[in-house]
């Protein structure tokens, strides 16, 4: 009877929360997604219409892989940008290693919008880069390419989730047991090898968390590529979100997030089983 | 070339804690000289803290000495690297490879050194046997017991075919019983390989089982060095004969020295005490010891024996043996174990019974501190 109270009071906050912001949002979409509509009768007229358009698409495809891409690429970049990073606070940095963190941690404080708009200071057609490039005469026109692009999404987003990334690996990195790796230099290792057979397969893990820290939020993200990604940067999110603001066709919203959240539990799914096989990086079998 | 696997000459090891005004020096080691012979099962013995771990590190490389020279096999190892030495090591945490399964931590030595996977297969194989873990091959370490994970480091370390193996407290975290039968298997694992073991254990009774010879040492210093027996016989100083084993000490004035020894005056009783190693001059404090096995509580004293007198304190009886522990005229208490036996001439006391405590004059030892 106690073991239940207990077991109830530690479950039940953390499933509320749960359920309240979770739960039910994706529930009312699941529902909105069969409606024919989100006024008048079409409200109560539930249809697999919605779903069938959507499959038919080939505009929402397109733009799905090339979010899928663009995300990919963030995440891809940010990974690599963040392990060296990480490994650095950790094994180099000594006694400055919480100071160092928390400095790259400190642009995270300030709002997203103004970190955005402050690359649009950096890449606009007026700003630092290409002011920098012109003085330097390595191109002789200001360059608007430089900003409403997928590559201007893409730095941006690189910037704002490198630290969030460094995170789960600064973690894994700091959770290796220094004794291992003296193991490994015992048994023969030099350092490149030791970091190869022991360090690189122990952190992995972190390196897969902080690579969806910044997958799984960039695949859905809209704000970035609407204030910099002009028409080649637009992503799956500003999609959805033109269905729900825009066109008022919250069916449809609600189909395309539900497809989004279905591709990306699969992604973790499949990822996750990747990096759980036994044996990392073993040497033998 | 010498018939040392490993010495240290002069070695010092300085750990500077804290910063600027505050920093503190700690020497883990101090001007240490030892040998250690080839192929013998050699044990640093020493409490807490005393620099065992330490000078394990700088044999294996992993610490530099502050001063002095380490050598290998005769070769100076000052600017050689971990990974060239020819030493292995098994950690006391065993630090085997998380994510690798347990052929694979046995055979990572070898595929460093790019050994053909065939004849890795082989030396696994035989490793395994040799630790009893045969057929563990595709666990990961987190599948197996403390005992086994132990095993496991040490046929990692023993693939390698070290000149030495180094070992920090192994069998630390084992249970009492586990902890004796993988004392005996290491001692046998020891002989049958060949290869000189480093030993590191804080447990004297684990010393006195495993090693052909002992190193004892307290605060970085090495006390005394030599085979188990010599160190429980013949202790060097109060400090070895009080971490080896059980040791009453007992005070005196020197009264006398004559050839056959020192007499030493207990309050108002004389005994003599074998002395020729020790200078004391008449009327100096000494104190001597004796194992608590090698005296006995008789009513009388008999011939060719020394005595004191005393009081039964206590009477605990343990099993194979019942310790009295007695308080001498001059208020020292010590420990007497008396074997359970069938022996006609072992008397019983009970508590209050005056009585002498009684030794042969051989097995007392006069010490310096
Ligand atoms: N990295 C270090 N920095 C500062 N002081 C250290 C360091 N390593 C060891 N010491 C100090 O050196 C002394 C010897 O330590 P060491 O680890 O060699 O002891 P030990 O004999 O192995 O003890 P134990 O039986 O507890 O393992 C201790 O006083 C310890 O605090
Ligand atoms: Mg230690």
Not at chain 1, 213 to 226: C, K, Q, R, S, Y
Not at chain 2, 209 to 234: E, H, N, R, V, W
Not at chain 2, 328 to 353: A, I, M, T
Request: hydrophobic residues 45%.
């Amino acid at each position: 009877m106690e073991n239940r109270r207990q077991f109830a009071s530690l479950i039940g906050p953390p499933s509320l929360y749960l359920f309240l912001l979770f739960l039910l949002p994706v529930g009312l979409m699941f529902v909105y997604s069969f409606r024919a509509g989100i006024t008048g009768p079409a409200h109560d007229v539930f249809t697999l219409d919605n779903y069938r358009s959507f499959l038919t698409n080939s505009h929402f495809h397109r733009l799905f892989w090339r979010s899928a891409l663009i995300s990919l690429t963030i995440s891809v970049i940010s990974s690599l940008l963040a392990y060296p990073l990480a490994y650095y606070l950790v094994f180099q940095a000594g006694r400055n290693r919480v100071t160092l963190m928390t400095l790259l941690i400190i642009p995270a404080w300030t709002s997203y919008l103004l970190r955005i708009f402050a690359w649009k200071l950096i890449l606009g057609s007026s700003g630092l880069l290409n002011s920098l490039l012109l003085s330097l005469g390595v191109i002789e026109k200001a360059s608007p390419m430089l900003i409403y692009s997928r590559s201007a999404v893409i730095v941006t987003l690189v910037y704002v989730w490198v630290p969030f990334v460094a995170l789960p690996i600064f973690a894994a990195l700091g959770r290796i047991d220094r004794n291992l790796l003296e193991a490994a230099a015992d048994l023969g290792c030099k350092p490149w090898e030791a970091f190869l057979r022991v360090t690189l397969p122990l952190s992995l893990p972190g390196v897969a968390a902080g690579f969806f820290f910044a997958f799984i939020p960039t695949l859905g993200e809209f704000v970035t590529p609407l204030l910099v990604g002009g028409a080649s940067g637009q992503m799956y999110g500003n999609l959805i979100q033109d269905q729900f603001m825009r066109a008022l066709n919250w069916p449809m919203g609600s189909v395309m997030s539900l497809a989004m959240l279905v591709a990306v539990i699969t992604l973790v799914f499949i990822l996750t089983r990747l990096a759980s096989v036994s044996d990392l990086g073993g040497v033998y079998e | 070339m010498t018939d040392y696997a490993v010495e240290l000459c002069n070695v010092t090891k300085v750990f500077s804690s804290g910063r600027g005004a505050k920093s503190e020096d700690v020497y883990a080691v101090k001007e240490m000289n030892l040998g250690i012979p080839r192929g013998q099962f050699f044990t640093l013995l020493g409490p807490s803290g005393c620099g065992k771990t330490t000078t394990l590190r700088l044999i294996a490389g992993f610490e530099t000495p502050s001063s002095g020279e380490i050598f290998i096999q005769g070769k100076p190892m000052s600017k050689i690297p971990p990974n060239v030495r020819p030493v292995n090591t098994v950690f006391q945490n065993y630090a085997l490879f998380p994510h690798m399964n347990v052929a694979s931590n046995v055979a990572f030595g070898l595929a460093i050194k790019r050994v053909p996977r065939d004849e890795q297969k082989r030396i696994v194989k035989e490793a395994l046997e040799l630790v009893q873990l045969a057929d563990m091959g595709k666990r990961m370490p987190s599948q197996l017991s403390g005992g086994q994970q132990q095993r496991v480091a040490l046929a990692r370390a023993l693939v390698n075919k070290p000149a030495v193996l180094l070992l920090d407290e192994p069998l630390g975290a084992l249970d009492l019983k586990l902890r004796k039968a993988m004392q005996i298997e290491l001692k046998h694992i020891q002989e049958q390989v060949g290869i000189t073991f480093v030993y590191v254990t804080h447990d004297q009774e684990e010393a006195l089982t495993m090693s052909d010879f002992i190193a004892l040492m307290s605060d970085g210093l090495i006390l005394q060095l030599g085979d188990p027996a010599t160190l429980y016989k013949k202790p060097a100083n109060k400090f070895v004969a009080d971490f080896i084993g059980e040791s009453n000490f007992i005070r005196g004035t020197v009264d006398s020295i004559t050839r056959k020894g020192t007499k030493l005056r207990v309050l108002d009783e004389l005994v003599t005490v074998d002395a020729m190693e020790v200078n004391l001059a008449k009327g100096q404090a000494a104190t001597f010891t004796i194992r608590p096995e090698k005296m006995m509580l008789k009513t009388k004293q008999p011939v060719s024996t020394e005595a004191l007198s005393g009081t039964v304190q206590e009477v605990i009886y343990i099993g194979t043996d019942t310790r009295y522990i007695v308080t001498l005229q001059s208020g020292e208490s010590v420990v007497v174990r008396v074997q359970n036996g069938c022996s006609p001439d072992v008397e019983q006391f009970s508590k209050g019974d005056l009585v002498k405590v009684v030794w042969l004059p051989e097995d007392a030892r006069l010490l310096t501190d």
